[in-house]
């Protein structure tokens, strides 16, 4: 069965603009600009006055899923180039303690379980890395774009990942423990 039409409007904050054409959006914002492309929906967005207007004819069931998900992504864009995303990493280690750098643009994990390889993971665009030095063991990884910043730590993780073990016995690696935004929005 389709669904005849369907729209969403997405509000805009203040201090930012939206300009779309032919289906890729550009959010300009106090920290940046991101720019997506959502050629792959056969959808119409249209910038209206003080937000977008994404409609969907003739959809299905699965396009009327990915209507709510395009709103997502650019909801995500809006908030990223106002208050950004940060992500914030934990070490876990029963004995060998891992050591973790930035060196250029990768991130260089050390001893993790007691192995001499060097694990080196690349950081996405944009993504800023933050050694804190008053909480031993964690990193933060913070940026404009949630996808590059989730990637980043989704990788950093999978690199941490213990094979040919029992990882209910072996819990070590580097785990997400917080997500969250750059500046707390004022309420």
Known sequence: ??????????SLSEGVTVECTSRV?????PRGVLTRDFK???CDIQAVEGGLKVDVWFGT??????????CSHIENMITGVTIGFKYK?????????????LVGDTVEI????????VRKVPMGEGV?????????DQI???????????MTCARISQACTVKHKDIRKFLDGIYVSEKGNITIPEL
């Open 89 to 101: 990493m934990r070490f876990c280690y029963s004995h060998f303690p891992i050591n973790v750098a």
């Open 61 to 70: 069931r699965k396009v009327m899923a990915a209507l709510r998900t395009v």
């Open 1 to 10: 069965m389709r669904t005849i039409y369907s729209t969403r409007d997405i």
């Open 140 to 150: 933060e990884l913070s940026g404009t774009d949630i996808t590059k910043v989730s």
């Open 128 to 136: 800023e890395f933050v050694r804190n030095s008053e909480i031993k």
């Open 25 to 29: 959006v550009t959010v300009t914002g």
């Open 110 to 117: 050390r001893n993790f379980l007691g192995e001499r390889r």
């Open 40 to 42: 792959h929906m056969s």
